[in-house]
């Protein structure tokens, strides 16, 4: 089974939200926004010992209940025989519902299933005599006359059930009243077979789940795959056999005369008090002798060095964690399966549902490239794992762990105002694909088929950039053609004492015009604020307007022109292009000067390498300035960016 959406209402930050799943989901947004929010909601759904405080409710108030509502995709025979009555089509859902009740947490887990809507009002009254009173009343109606007399309670809800069985065209599916398979313990146990959960928190210290102490992951771990298969063996068992049967002849009260001696003594002793008393000492029947198991110490090997783990670095131990939590959900189902283990039947082996904060905590920068692709792999199934399947979501503050070409992967989350005088909630943000290929094909305008998905995945490789990924986190995001209009934009700012990165604006080259439509409609349907500059090529050898024409569409302008030349409040286009805008703006003659003088100081020999630096672009526009120059266009540009970012 695989979860294809958790909805998570009333719990912490998050008032009602939906998150769909796929086979990788990554979760970004800023500190606070609620990415371990949703983590942790899964976590305590599948947890057998779950805990919750009256914090854990959104803005305290427990007079609603947090549920945690997950559906999944059945695809097993075994499960859709198992869950059959719960399943619409091929979708299961499942719901943990947490109430506060006499000052402590009241845990159910429900199902859904074919329900007469007046029968589960009955089921749902607490006390007999209710149920009785409203069973009657329904009785008396014709279409429930069938319905046998009343005798008691168990009695009445089973014919109430075999009447939705032979009348299923009448029913609705509805919430069960928690009785989900009976105790929540029951139900729980019945998903871990097809689905199990794994949550690597931030904060989890790796030396503490490698000591061989009862309860951690390791003597877990141990238990069950070496030391259970230890004592299975034939010589251990002899073993054992063998000191049980020397430790009971050596201790047999029969030979060993020492305890009525002993008795015999006190008893003499005694009776020097006491004439007629006695005192007898028998041995209590022996014990079984337990032969200990071993104990294993754990030493992670990095450069052919040996390390206790807790002296090994913090990448290496979060990547060891991993691993072992991975094997122990693998051995948890075999021990699972091997006690349920039907001879003409094949052990189920779970999918998996791997969960993960800040996956870049600790890890250098290549290393976080080899994990992201290692974490993509094993959610596509292209290298093996210890589970069939394996669904992998993750709350990253890294770039490297996104991609604009798998943003269908991409989840962004924040924080929104929801009531009056109440905290703000955590609302979810998706975009896919398809939507954008639409929207390209609209703006393009262009004959043939329609752009989908499919069609689209190829031009999304040629935006792959470092400095692209950066765009999901920022809060404004700038797009440009070239690094000489990014260091154009930050060489103005500078002069100003600005620092668009520390201020969340994030300026990203695209490598062309062309390559500025996509991200601009990502971006803006994710909702992050988008401003797109680009240059009209008026005057270029092969000028294209239709290029200009659709960018128009794409930034929602109102003009129609081929050589745009306008600056905007959310978008900048020069007639031919930044680089001229800024000689008109200078005096050629004296853009000429001041960037020989700058390459001369910084020993930059090109003037297409100078322009690309925006410590040279600073320096021009300082100079400019203090001979009185202003550099409007790049100016008005910063203004507008800054206003989206307030907005």
């Known amino acids: 089974m695989l979860i294809t959406k958790v909805q998570v209402k009333n719990y912490r930050s998050i008032v ?298 913090h990448g290496l131990q979060r990547a060891y964690l991993l691993a072992l939590l991975q094997h122990l959900a693998q051995a948890q189902t075999l021990a699972v399966a091997e006690e349920e283990k039907v001879s003409d039947k094949k052990p189920i082996v779970p999918n998996l549902v791997l969960a993960i904060e800040e996956p870049e905590l600790y890890q250098h920068p290549s290393r976080q490239r080899h994990f992201a692709h290692i974490l993509l792999q094993l959610a596509e199934g292209h290298i093996p794992g210890v589970a069939n399947k394996t669904q992998v979501l993750y709350g990253t503050h890294s770039p490297l762990f996104v991609g604009i070409e798998r943003i269908n992967q991409i989840r962004l989350l924040r924080k929104t105002h929801y009531k009056k005088d109440l905290p703000k909630t955590t609302t979810s943000i998706q975009v896919s694909l398809d939507e954008v290929a639409e929207k390209l094909w609209i703006a393009h305008d262009k004959p043939g088929e329609k752009y989908t998905a499919q069609t689209l995945e190829p031009r999304m490789q040629t935006i792959m950039t470092p400095w692209m990924s950066e765009g999901f986190f920022a809060d404004v995001v700038v797009l440009v053609e070239g690094e000489d209009d990014r260091s154009a934009l930050l060489g103005v700012a500078k002069t100003r004492d600005l620092t668009l990165e520390s201020m969340g604006v994030a300026i990203i080259p695209c490598g062309g015009k062309t390559n500025l439509d996509r991200p601009t409609i990502i971006f803006r349907e994710l909702g992050i604020p988008v401003y797109t500059i680009w240059d009209s090529d008026k005057d270029a050898r092969n000028p294209k307007p239709e290029q200009n024409r659709a960018l128009l569409k794409i930034v929602e302008s109102e003009l129609d022109e081929d050589w745009p030349n306008t600056i905007e409040h959310n978008f900048a286009c020069f007639e031919n292009n930044l680089e001229t805008t800024l000689k008109d703006e200078f005096g050629e003659d004296k853009y000429t000067q001041l960037l020989a003088k700058c390459k001369k100081d910084y020993d930059i020999p090109k003037d297409k390498d100078a322009i690309k630096n925006p410590y040279v672009i600073a320096n021009m526009v300082s100079i400019a300035k203090s001979q009185g120059i202003e550099v409007k266009s790049c100016e008005t540009i910063i203004d507008n960016v800054l206003n989206l970012k307030v907005s």
Not at 18 to 44: C, E, M, P, R, W
Not at 50 to 56: A, C, G, L, M, R
Not at 107 to 136: C, E, M, P, V, W
Not at 196 to 219: I, P, W
């Open 16 to 313: 009602d939200e939906t998150l769909t799943i796929d086979n990788l989901t990554a979760l970004v947004g800023a500190n606070g926004a609620g990415k371990s929010t949703f983590l942790k909601a899964l976590d305590l759904f599948y947890s057998t010992a779950p805990k919750i405080e009256t914090q854990d409710f959104y803005n305290d108030d427990y007079s609603n209940p947090i549920e945690i509502i997950v559906t999944y995709k059945v695809e097993s025979a075994e499960a859709k025989e198992l869950f059959s009555k719960y399943i619409e089509g091929d979708q299961l859902t499942v719901v943990l519902s947490i109430s506060w009740d006499d000052g402590k947490p009241k845990y159910l887990l429900h199902g859904s299933t074919l329900q007469i809507k007046d029968f589960f009002r009955i089921r749902s009254l607490g006390k007999a005599g209710d149920q009785k009173a409203l069973y009657n009343k329904l009785k008396e109606q014709e279409e429930y006359s069938s319905l046998p007399a009343w005798r008691n309670q168990n009695q009445a809800i089973e014919a109430l059930t075999q009447w939705e069985t032979e009348n299923p065209k009448k029913c609705e599916r509805l919430r069960d009243d928690g009785s989900f398979f009976g105790f929540r313990q029951v139900g729980q146990g019945y998903l871990g077979r097809f689905s199990k959960f794994l949550f690597v928190e931030a904060v989890r210290d790796a030396s503490e789940d490698s000591l061989e102490t009862k309860g951690t992951v390791l003597s877990i771990l141990l238990d069950l795959v070496v030391r259970s298969v230890i004592a299975s063996k034939k010589e251990f068992q002899s073993l054992q056999s063998e000191t049980q049967q020397k430790y009971d002849e050596l201790l047999n009260p029969k030979k060993t005369s020492e305890l009525p001696e002993l008795a015999n003594n006190l008893t003499q002793t005694l009776n020097t008090f006491v004439p007629d008393a006695q005192i007898d000492l028998e041995w209590l029947p022996l014990g079984e002798v337990n032969i200990p198991m071993p104990q294993a110490l754990v030493k992670l090997v990095e450069d052919g060095y040996p390390s206790s783990v807790d002296r090994t670095g």
